[in-house]
């Protein structure tokens, strides 16, 4: 009888973890659906324009313990674009603050999503903070814009100083043991130092100091030539911490081609550092091949410089259009809409016409 009594004890003992197991799962399914349709939500009242709301929705869904970590950051994130978007800088500040300081070593923001403002503050605010040193194996480096030495259609070729700079780091960052530098945050470094971030306007050796204070291995410094329907482009890589010339080469070849000539010089750029990147990796990065795409993206590029946020918007369009394969370009462009609305004014009652692409 004991046994038996014991038996149906334990029997009982068991279906009650079961049921128990099952409810906890139930409730954080629960809190993930629940968590899940906040964000929805939050990010709804963004794309409609609301800046202001959704900037209180944001904030609370970061401080709110009980949100995942991912939702956290996220939240943060948007919290940053929507201040920007009210011109509210300080508060931009803070949610960037708090976005670097949720999950040590620190976050990167990509500033092919963000706004060019909160760009600078990201820049800024991680700066001031103790960035983690890098793998002893990893090399990092830092792409000047390239200048152009066009000797037909010189103003033609002039926003490819822009892209092709661009597109190299986009091709070289396929490699496992490179880290690039941003190109935006290379143009933040140009006007912390009150330098014209026009291509050639920097000497090498300010160069050299500016990869230094970047904690860049290397600058690379490229050339663009055009002879009728040739083209040469050339690279120069120098060692920051020597002035040590790396690689001095070039490529040529039909201008149609550039995507091909590109690859081909990140690849002796790859390799004069030492790194194992391979043909297959560098073209695999290469986002378009359409040299149309190609100049309206550069295009856009140069007009961001210049703070004509409309304009660089419609041309970032233009460079989709001509090729709908070309996501970046597309991505560029939605990322301007917070800066867009507060250029129209629309965004002075926290609300503006709409945050999304059409």
Same mark, same amino acid.
Do not use: C
């Given at each position: 009888?004991?046994?038996?009594?014991?038996?149906?004890?334990?029997?009982? $003992?068991?279906?009650?973890?079961?049921?128990?197991?099952?409810?906890?799962?139930?409730?954080?399914?629960?809190?993930? $659906?629940? *968590?899940?349709?906040?964000?929805?939500?939050?990010?709804?009242?963004?794309?409609?324009?609301?800046?202001? @709301?959704?900037?209180?929705?944001?904030?609370?869904?970061?401080?709110?313990?009980?949100?995942?970590?991912?939702?956290?950051?996220?939240?943060?994130?948007?919290?940053?674009?929507?201040?920007?978007?009210?011109?509210?800088?300080?508060?931009?500040?803070?949610?960037?603050?708090?976005?670097?300081?949720?999950?040590?070593?620190?976050?990167?923001?990509?500033?092919?999503?963000?706004?060019?403002?909160?760009?600078?503050?990201?820049?800024?605010?991680?700066?001031?903070?103790?960035?983690? @040193?890098?793998?002893?194996?990893?090399?990092?480096?830092?792409?000047?814009?390239?200048?152009?030495? &066009?000797?037909?259609?010189?103003?033609?070729?002039?926003? +490819?100083?822009?892209?092709?700079?661009? +597109?190299?780091?986009?091709?070289?960052?396929?490699?496992?043991?490179?880290?690039?530098?941003?190109?935006?945050?290379?143009?933040?470094?140009?006007?912390?130092?009150?330098?014209?971030?026009?291509?050639?306007?920097?000497?090498?050796?300010?160069?050299?100091?500016?990869?230094?204070?970047?904690?860049?291995?290397?600058?690379?410094?490229?050339?663009?030539?055009?002879?009728?329907?040739?083209?040469?482009?050339?690279?120069?890589?120098?060692?920051?911490?020597?002035?040590?010339?790396?690689?001095?080469?070039?490529?040529?070849?039909?201008?149609?081609?550039?995507?091909?000539?590109?690859?081909?010089?990140?690849?002796?750029?790859?390799?004069?550092?030492?790194?194992?990147?391979? *043909?297959?990796?560098?073209?695999?990065?290469?986002?378009?091949?359409?040299?149309?795409?190609?100049?309206?993206?550069?295009?856009?590029?140069?007009?961001?410089?210049?703070?004509?946020?409309?304009?660089?918007?419609?041309?970032?369009?233009?460079?989709?259009?001509?090729?709908?394969?070309?996501?970046? &370009? @597309?991505?560029?462009?939605?990322?301007?809409?917070?800066?867009?609305?507060?250029?129209?004014?629309?965004?002075?009652?926290? @609300?503006?016409?709409?945050?999304?692409?059409?």
């Amino acid at each position: 009888m004991e046994d038996m009594l014991n038996g149906t004890w334990n029997a009982r $003992v068991r279906t009650l973890r079961r049921y128990a197991l099952w409810m906890s799962a139930l409730m954080l399914l629960t809190v993930a $659906v629940a *968590q899940a349709q906040t964000m929805d939500e939050a990010i709804a009242v963004y794309n409609n324009g609301e800046y202001a @709301k959704a900037s209180e929705l944001f904030t609370a869904l970061a401080k709110d313990e009980v949100q995942t970590l991912d939702t956290r950051k996220e939240a943060l994130m948007y919290a940053g674009r929507a201040a920007i978007a009210q011109s509210e800088m300080d508060k931009a500040r803070q949610a960037v603050t708090d976005l670097l300081e949720l999950q040590p070593p620190l976050i990167e923001l990509d500033p092919d999503v963000e706004a060019p403002p909160l760009m600078d503050i990201y820049y800024e605010v991680r700066g001031s903070m103790e960035v983690p @040193k890098a793998d002893p194996g990893m090399h990092t480096l830092a792409v000047m814009d390239f200048r152009n030495y &066009a000797f037909e259609d010189h103003d033609q070729w002039d926003p +490819m100083q822009w892209g092709f700079s661009s +597109m190299m780091i986009e091709q070289l960052s396929g490699a496992t043991d490179l880290k690039l530098v941003d190109r935006e945050n290379l143009q933040y470094v140009l006007k912390e130092l009150d330098l014209q971030s026009v291509p050639g306007r920097v000497d090498q050796d300010t160069a050299v100091r500016m990869g230094k204070l970047m904690g860049a291995h290397a600058m690379v410094f490229g050339g663009i030539y055009i002879m009728g329907k040739d083209m040469r482009l050339s690279a120069r890589v120098v060692k920051v911490e020597t002035g040590e010339i790396l690689l001095g080469e070039s490529v040529e070849g039909k201008y149609k081609d550039f995507a091909e000539l590109m690859e081909e010089l990140s690849l002796k750029v790859a390799r004069s550092v030492n790194s194992s990147l391979t *043909q297959t990796e560098v073209g695999d990065r290469t986002e378009t091949r359409s040299l149309d795409a190609m100049r309206s993206y550069s295009e856009g590029l140069d007009l961001l410089e210049d703070g004509a946020y409309q304009e660089a918007y419609n041309k970032f369009m233009e460079a989709y259009d001509y090729d709908p394969s070309y996501t970046r &370009a @597309k991505v560029k462009a939605q990322s301007l809409m917070p800066v867009m609305a507060v250029s129209d004014g629309s965004s002075q009652d926290g @609300k503006s016409s709409g945050g999304s692409l059409p």
